[in-house]
C-alpha cells in the first residue's frame, strides 16, 4: 500500500527550494516533481543531487503526465498562479498556492484549516499575512471596538528572491485583504521593508493597534495561546516585544527564526510560509491516505 | 554646465521635521506662493512619501490625498510632484487614486541596493505616460559600481532620471564627484542629487554634484528637512547666481517665500546640532533624528550611543522599532 502522497513544486527558487527541503523531510509526502524554466538553475541542480525528478517545462511537465502529483505547490508569481491555477483545476489536483494571488481560498492554518482542506485550490496569503493576521484575529476578538491595526513587516534582502520582488503590489493587497477578512477590523494598513543589513537580521513584524481602552492582561494571555498553537507548526515563531501600550496603541513584535533548511535562520519569511504550506499538505494527504486504506 | 532642474521638496522633506503636522492651510498658501518660481516641481506629502502616514513612521495630519487635492488646485505653473516607496504605498490605494486628482511627476525610491522592488511601480507610471523618476536612497551604503547597476534597472523599467539621495547627510565631496560622474557616464537619463546637512556640506555638496554632471538638485527652501535638513535651495540659487549659471530662477520669490512661509511652518530653526553630527558620521537616516532622541530620553542613555548602535546595524528607512530595541538594549547595558 502507499503510504505517502506525491506533491509537484512549480518555481525552484528560495521558496520552492525551502519547501523542497521540508517535504524530504515529511512521513506522508513525496515530491514526484520539482519543476521550473531552467534546468541550469542552483534549485533544479540540487533537486538532481536529492534524486528528485525535475523539469525546466513549468506546468507543462505536469499537464504532460499528471500521475506525477496529486498535490501541487505553486511558489512562482501571482501573475504565473492565475495562469496555472484554471489548468490544475481541469486536471483535478488540490493546489497550494504561496504566491500573493488571492485566486484560491485564503488559508491560515491556525484559523481556517477546515475550510481550507475541503477547498480545491488554498491561498497562503503571505508570509506577513501567516505571521500577523492570527494575532490581529486575537485583537479583534477580545477588543471588538479596535478602529486600525497596522502590521509592518521587515525581511532581509537575502530572503526575498525575484518572484517575492516582482509582487510587492500583491503582497500588500493580499496581506491587507486577509487582515481585514480574518480580523474583521475596520481600517487596516501594512508596511512591507527590506533589510539590506549584513549579516541578514531576522525576519521580524509589529503590529499596532489603535485600541481604546486595552486589556494588556487578557490580550498578553491570548495571544501567547495563539502563539504557542502556531509554533506547532512553525516551530521558529515567537513573540519578542509586548503587548505593551505606548503612544496610545498597542504595539506587539513576533519574529520568526527560520528552521535553516534552504536559506539561514533570518529567513523566517520563508519558514512560515513553507511551514504552513507543509502542514496544509500533510493534513490533505493524511486524510486522503486514510480513505485508501478502506478501499 | 548644463540646465540644471530644480526639485522642491520642502514640505514632503520638511513633514519629517515636524513629526508630519503641516496644516491644510500651509499646504495651500505654500503651493500657491512658489508656485511659477521656476523650480522644476514642488513635491507634496508624507516624508516617506504616499500612503506612509501610520503609526510607524507618524500619522499625517492632513492625509495625502487631501493634500494632492489642494497642492493642484494651487500649483498653475509648476509640476506637482510626489514622492513614494514601495512597502508603503500601493498602486491600487494611493498611486491610481493620486495621479486621478492630477500628479504630474512621481519619485519612486527604495533603498540602494533594493532597486527591482520599484519595477512594478515605475512601469505602471510609464505606461501611464507620467514623468516618472528613480530614486536610490542611502546611496553612501554601497558602491559606485553597484549604484550604476540599481540605476540602470531602474532606466530599464522606464525611469526618465535617477535622483541620488544622500539619505544620511553622510557624503564629503570626492564621494559626491565620483558617484555622480560615474552614473553620468554610463546612463542615459538625467542624474540628480538630494542632500542632507549633517556635516554642513548639503549646498557644497549639490554644487559639486552639478559640476560631476548632475542636472537635478533636489532639495528644500530653508533647507527644512528631516534631521539636519537639506540644500537650501535659495542658497544653492545665489550660490550659482554668483557664478553667472543661469538658472531660470526667481531668486527674491525663493526667498520671500522662505522668509515668509517656510519660517511659520518650522517649529525651530534648521540647525546642525550633535545628533545631526552624529548621523552623518555613523551614515544613520536623518529621517531617525527625532525617534533617536526620543528613544534615548525615555531610557535615559546617550542618544550618541544609540547612533552607533543602530549604525552597526545597518538601519534602513522604516525600521523606527529597531531604535527603541536598540535603546532598550543599551539600557540593560547600563
Do not use: W
Not at chain 2, 17 to 35: F, G, L, N, P, T
Amino acid at each position: 500500500m502507499q503510504n505517502k502522497l506525491k506533491v509537484a513544486i512549480i518555481g525552484t527558487g528560495n521558496i520552492g527550494s525551502d519547501l523542497l527541503l521540508k517535504i524530504q523531510k515529511s512521513a506522508v509526502l513525496e515530491c514526484g516533481l520539482f519543476t521550473g524554466r531552467n534546468l541550469e538553475s542552483e534549485g533544479i541542480k540540487r533537486a538532481q543531487e536529492l534524486g528528485v525528478p525535475t523539469s525546466a517545462d513549468s506546468i507543462a511537465a505536469i499537464e504532460r503526465d499528471p500521475s506525477c502529483c496529486e498535490i501541487v505547490f505553486d511558489a512562482t508569481s501571482a501573475q504565473n498562479h492565475l495562469v496555472h491555477a484554471p489548468i490544475l483545476k481541469q486536471l483535478g489536483k488540490f493546489v497550494i498556492d504561496l504566491t500573493p494571488s488571492r485566486i484560491g481560498t485564503m488559508c491560515i492554518p491556525v484559523l481556517n484549516i477546515d475550510k481550507a482542506l475541503s477547498a480545491q485550490n488554498v491561498n497562503l496569503v503571505t508570509c506577513g499575512g501567516q505571521a500577523c493576521v492570527p494575532l490581529a484575529k486575537v485583537i479583534m476578538d477580545t477588543h471588538p471596538d479596535t478602529t486600525y491595526i497596522e502590521i509592518v513587516g521587515s525581511i532581509a534582502s537575502k530572503s526575498a528572491g525575484s518572484g517575492t520582488r516582482a509582487n510587492i503590489e500583491e503582497y500588500m493587497l493580499t496581506t491587507k485583504r486577509a487582515l481585514e477578512q480574518f480580523s474583521g477590523v475596520q481600517k487596516a494598513k501594512v508596511i512591507l521593508v527590506f533589510n539590506p543589513a549584513e549579516p541578514p537580521v531576522l525576519m521580524h513584524n509589529t503590529i499596532y493597534a489603535s485600541i481604546p481602552n486595552p486589556n494588556i492582561e487578557l490580550l498578553k494571555e491570548k495571544i501567547d495561546k495563539m502563539a504557542e498553537l502556531i509554533r506547532g507548526y512553525v516551530p521558529g515563531y515567537q513573540v519578542t516585544y509586548g503587548p505593551i501600550v505606548e503612544k496610545g496603541r498597542v504595539a506587539i513584535t513576533v519574529q520568526v527564526v527560520g528552521s535553516g533548511d534552504f536559506l539561514p535562520a533570518y529567513a523566517g519569511n520563508l519558514d512560515i510560509i513553507t511551514c504552513a504550506a507543509v502542514r496544509v499538505a500533510e493534513d490533505y494527504a493524511k486524510t486522503i491516505l486514510e480513505k485508501r486504506k478502506y478501499e | 554646465m548644463n540646465d540644471v532642474k530644480f526639485f522642491d521638496s520642502t514640505l514632503r522633506d520638511g513633514s519629517h521635521a515636524v513629526s508630519h503636522k503641516i496644516s491644510a492651510e500651509q499646504i495651500r498658501e505654500y503651493c500657491e506662493s512658489i508656485d511659477g518660481a521656476g523650480l522644476y516641481t514642488v513635491i507634496v506629502g508624507h516624508g516617506n512619501g504616499i500612503g506612509a502616514s501610520s503609526h510607524q513612521v507618524g500619522f499625517s495630519e492632513v492625509n495625502d490625498l487631501d493634500t494632492i487635492a489642494i497642492a493642484r488646485k494651487a500649483l498653475k505653473k509648476t509640476r506637482l510632484g510626489i514622492f513614494m516607496i514601495p512597502g508603503f504605498a500601493t498602486i491600487a490605494d494611493d498611486l491610481e487614486p493620486a495621479l486621478k486628482l492630477g500628479v504630474d511627476l512621481v519619485c519612486v525610491a527604495a533603498h540602494c541596493t533594493e532597486a527591482d522592488t520599484t519595477q512594478q511601480y515605475i512601469k505602471y507610471l510609464a505606461s501611464a505616460n507620467k514623468e516618472v523618476h528613480g530614486v536610490l536612497m542611502m546611496y553612501h551604503m554601497t558602491t559606485k559600481e553597484r549604484l550604476l547597476e540599481e540605476a540602470l534597472k531602474m532606466q530599464s523599467y522606464g525611469a526618465r532620471g535617477i535622483i541620488i539621495m544622500d539619505s544620511a547627510g553622510a557624503s564629503i565631496p570626492s564621494m559626491v564627484s565620483e558617484t555622480i560622474k560615474h552614473l553620468v557616464d554610463n546612463l542615459s537619463i538625467p542624474v540628480g542629487f538630494h542632500a542632507h546637512n549633517n556635516l554642513g556640506m548639503a549646498v557644497g555638496n549639490s554644487l559639486v554634484a552639478i559640476d560631476s554632471g548632475a542636472t537635478i538638485i533636489d532639495g528644500t527652501l530653508r533647507g527644512f528637512g528631516a534631521g539636519a535638513g537639506n540644500c537650501q535651495l535659495e542658497a544653492m540659487v545665489t550660490v550659482l547666481q554668483k557664478m553667472n549659471f543661469a538658472t531660470g530662477i526667481d531668486l527674491y520669490k525663493l526667498m520671500d517665500v522662505s522668509e515668509g512661509i517656510v519660517t511659520k511652518i518650522m517649529t525651530k530653526p534648521q540647525e546642525i546640532d550633535t545628533i545631526g553630527l552624529m548621523g552623518g558620521l555613523t551614515g544613520v537616516f536623518s529621517v531617525y533624528a527625532l525617534p533617536i532622541k526620543r528613544a534615548a530620553e525615555k531610557y535615559g542613555i546617550d542618544a550618541r550611543d544609540i547612533y552607533v548602535e543602530v549604525g552597526k546595524r545597518k538601519i534602513v528607512g522604516g525600521q523606527e522599532d529597531m531604535i527603541n530595541e536598540a535603546a532598550i538594549e543599551l539600557s540593560k547595558k547600563k
